[in-house]
Each structure stands twice: as C-alpha cells, then as structure tokens.
C-alpha cells in the first residue's frame, strides 16, 4: 500500500524522477524512457531531519519490489556480527546484505546471481584462519551461506562445503599454525568453486585477473586482494572498492549476455545517510567505475542529512519540484560530477493542510491549526505527519481547543503494537537522536553562543570535564546540520520550540517549574542589572511581565519609535510559561483585549499615564500571543492590537508614522503567518 507522503510527487509520479531514472513506473506498471541513457548518475536526496529522506527510499522500496532487484541499506546502522573475524568490515558486511537483498526472483526475471562477490567475501573471510581455530572459520564460512545461496541456492545453503574447506585447509597446512593470507585465500577459493559454483560460473573467477599484480591470472588476483585486505589502510581501501566493483558487474551481467532482453528496468539500490563514512565507500568506486566509461546499469538512491558534505563539492544541485519533467546531470571531467543533489523541500501550507485533511477528515479540529502547525514546523515532512497524527487521534472533547502547544500535551500512537507515546518527546528523539538532550534543553533558551558558554558555566558544569558544553553542543548541532541563525542559538524554531517544552516539563516539576525558572533566572540576572530588551525577554518567559510594560511605557516618547517597535517585538517573542493540558483560552488573550482587571499599578502615575500603561500592556500581550508558534491567530486580538497601536501614534510626538503603519501592517503580517515587518511593511516581512 502507498503512503501518503505529500510533496514528493515529482519523485514518485508515473513520470516522475525515480520511474525515469529505474525506467518503470511504479509497481512496474509500464516502461518510461531513461533520462540518462545508459549513464545514470547517483541521485542524493538532501535535506535535514525530519525532511522525509528515509521515507522516500521506503516508499520507493515499496512501489518496485518484486518488479526489478532492489535492496535498501542504511549506511549509519551496520551492526558487525558477534565474534566476526577479520574479514569483516563494514563494506563487506554491507556487500553481503545488499546482494543478498537483490538477488530474490522479480516479475518475469530470473534470480540476480552473485558469483564475483562471493569469490571475493569468500576470499578475505579466510584471513586468520588456523588449524588451532578451524570454530573461527566454520562461523565465518557459515555468515556466509545466504550469499553463496545467491549462486546456488541448493549448494550454497547447505553446510557440506564448509566441512570440505575446512579438510582442504587442514591437508594444506597441517604444519602451520599462523595465517598466511594470500595461499588461505586461494585453497578456500577453489574448494568454494568446485563445490558450490556450477561450470558456467566458475568463468566469474576471471573478474579477478584485472586486480592489481594479478596480470590477468584471477587466482593471483584473488590472493593480491586478500593479503591487501589483510594489510589494512589505504590497500584494503583498494581492496574493499574492487568488490563493490564486483557486485556491480554482478548486477550488470544480470542484464546482458544469455539473459539479455529478459529483464525491464534497472536494479535499485538504496543507500540511506550515504554521508556517513560506508556511503562513500559503497558510492565512490561506483562513480569512479562510471568516469572511467563502465557502465553499470544500476540505480543509486542515496540521502545525506548534510547538504554541503564535501562528497557532494562537485555535483550538479536541483530542488525535488524542479526534477518532475527533467533531471539534467552533466557529466563533466571530476568523479563528483556522476552526481544529482535534490534539495527535498518543505512541505506547502497546502500540502499541510492535505496531510491533516488525511488523519481528520471531518474537520473537526480548528480551520487554522494545519497553518499554525506549519508555521511551527516549516514544513517539515515529520513533524507535520505526527501532529496531524495527534490531532487526529485527540480525543473528542479536547479537538475543538486544539493549539500547536496543545498537541505537544498530547499522546500519538506510532506502532498497533506499542502503547502510544508523548508527542513532544517523540518528535525531539526523531529529530535530535543524542543520548543525552537535557544540556540542549538548557541553551535552547539562550540567544547566541556567549550567552549559551555563561549558561553552561552557571548550570551545566557537571556534565562534561574535557571541554566546553556549549561548544561542545554548537558543534553537534552543526554535524547535525541544523541550520544557524541571528537571535537564537538554536536557530530551528521547531527543534528550538521542542527542547523548551522539554525544559518545562520533562522532570514534571508542576507547579514549581524548577529548570525553567533556574535557567531563565540565570538569564535575567546575566542581562542585568538595567532593563534592557534581552532581560526583559527573559523577564517575561518567567510570567512577569509588569516590568517589560514600565519599562515600554518608560521609553515610548523617544525619537527612535522604529527602535522602540523592534524592542517591543524581540521582548514579545519569550517563550511562554505555558500550563500542560490547560483548559480555556489562553490567558494572553484576556489581558490583550482589556477583559481581565490590571492589578496593581506602579506608583506615582497620573491617569494619562495610567492609561499609557495599560495600552502598553494589552500590546505587548497581543503581540506576545499573535507571533507565538505555539497558539491559533486570533482576529479579535489581531484587531485590537491594530486599535492600540493607532491610539499610540495619536500620542507620540514626533513618531506617528510608523506607529500608523505598524497598526496596518503588523496584523496584515500576522494573518499572512509572517513575523511583524520593521519598518512596518517591509517586503521581505522581516
């Protein structure tokens, strides 16, 4: 069944990307002409986490198993067998599972066999074997029983074969105790082929003569590729490229010789976080297979969480929208240029909308909260899937109230096998995978990196003795590719809007809010001791907002009024101390239309004045409100918000016009989802 995955049309379309390059449309419905011809370059979805990478290789597996060989593979998690040998690495192993994942029978086609591979796992897996340890091989011989099946399913399985390489090493070094890698090599090589390969392919064996020494003689070859194998470095780097060579030509003579014309469509293999180290090690003898003019008819889909790796220096860049009709990829003089980079975009507020439309299909949740969730997300493909999840599973009762924050209170089940779990801890352990996120929960609320070093000294000491947390925690941030920014040293607002909601309610500290108040304290009294407009902002997130108030009140007959609307606007966008599973509206409002009773006023003010500061105060709380990811829009406090800021410039003296054009275009930015211009009415919204 296909999934739903809104926006990635023009990689899953009948026409599209994929069908173009594999040259099916899905579920192997009907042939597409190849974009490339015979040189198909490696295709690396880019895009960070959350943007839908790990998806879109698992709908592809999805749409063209059993109509063309495909196998996927995640290059980050290859976990070594217990006990391996040598001969293992994370190549090797990769190579084994991949082939063993393409080699299955697919719509009108026989089985893909794997001879050159075999011969080449078979021969570095003898490396330390010994007549002292004949349980070590018989392990490593056995590991090796699913990819030899490839060859011969009826031989290659059985255990026979193993007892007989064991006999023919014991015959053949009986007086030796230590490994001697290149004749180990060769004496389990020719057993494998005389027990297990039929007399057509034991031609395979000849792939090896072009090994480096070999001189055309595979045997030589084959031992060569051991004892480098063995020799580790940059020689087994050699080594482990030419048997990625080797399933390569696998999967090519698949297509050709006695079995040409049988097959439609190219083999898939699917290679997920490609950036890290074993994705470019399975990639790089591909493309520089595919310089040097061998063509090997495979597809490569391949991600990479980091868009600017520095195997992507000379690929050709394109967004996934512009890839529905035409992919060019120029080949030019570089390896690197064999690669199209796609940039998966954001979802739209429309395709938002659709997902949510998906999981709530009677609208019963609010108009506006696919757009509120958008905003808070951008459009990320995860964190759009799993709170339209949550809004489609929310109770009935609570549907009507539903608030980007309000779905973060909620539960979302994931699995039918599995309980269902908070969604704010979920989607932050999908998007920031670290053992422990506490620290990232502290300095998300700091703004830059000097504010993040003092934060870590006052709070987060204990948890490193070898370094700097806040770097420490920049630099980890940067691997993860989360993008940097002014104001915020988490740039991300969603990842920034998960770790704070951690921060307030991971150690169920209710009512207290014990780490909130330390840290936002910290930060208080670090920005002191005068009323500056990182204090106040602080100020603010403790739920103390009288003081922000005195101190726009204080300065609103300045000159600078531009200035003064900037403060306003960076005081305003504090985290909210917001109360989990709160009911009724949200406290902001009633104080932004003037409904709730203003308590205690400062001294000493005279009605003009008193009457200042309360306009004062219902601007900040709508403003605090409107641009608040986290809440719905609201007309009536976007309206009100329009109302005070008229009222003011009838007062200020010399600053009216920018007062006015706040009124008209500060709640035309807020309903259009944007952040308040400044100036007022800025193109760029910003």
Known sequence: MDREL???????DEGGLVARLVGLTRQGAARVA????????????????????????????????GHTPLALLDCAHIEPPAD?????????????????????????????????LSLGLVAVASLAWSQEDDERARRDLQRLGPLLATVDATRGAAANWV??????????????????????????????LEEVFGRLQRTSEGWYGAYRNAGGRAKAGLQQLAVDFEQGGRRRGEAEAFLVGALTEDLRHAYTGLQRGARIGRPLLLLDNAHEPLGRQLVEPVLRARAEGRRDRVVVLATSRVRDHEGLRQATRTRLPETAHRAPCPRGASIGSGILAVELTPLSPAQTRSAFDHHDPAGRTPAELARAVHRLTGGRPLGVALLGRAAGEAPAELRAGLTPGRLLDLTVELREDAPPVPVAPALLAELLPVRRPGPYAVLAATHDEE?????AHARLQAESLDGDVALRVRDQLRAEDWGEGPGHFVADPLLRALLLYRLRFEDDDHPRYAAWHAVHETLYRHYGPGPGPYRLHHALALGRPEEAVTHLRETFPERDVLGWLGRL????????PRERNRPGPDPRRAVALGQEPPGALPAGLDPDTTELHLSVRRLLHAVWLLTDPLALPDDEVADRLAHELRRLSGRHLTGSGSLWDAASHWPRDIRAWREPSLPPGRENGV
């Open 163 to 192: 007892g007989k390489v064991l006999a023919k090493l014991a015959a053949n070094f009986a007086d030796a105790a230590a490994p001697l890698a290149g004749l180990l090599a060769e004496a389990t090589v020719e057993t494998v």
């Open 6 to 12: 809104y926006g990635r049309e023009a990689a899953l």
């Open 569 to 576: 606007r960076f005081i305003a966008a504090a985290p909210y």
């Open 84 to 116: 391996h040998g040598p001969g293992w690495t994370p190549v090797t192993g990769a190579l084994s599972e991949l082939a063993v994942q393409l080699s299955p029978k697919v719509l009108g086609a026989r089985p893909v066999r794997f001879p050159r």
């Open 451 to 455: 504010s993040a070093r003092m934060l």
């Open 34 to 65: 190849y974009e490339h011809g015979d040189d198909p370059p490696v295709t690396v979805f880019t895009g960070g986490r959350g943007m839908g990478k790990t998806a879109l290789l698992k709908e592809v597996r999805n749409r063209y198993k």
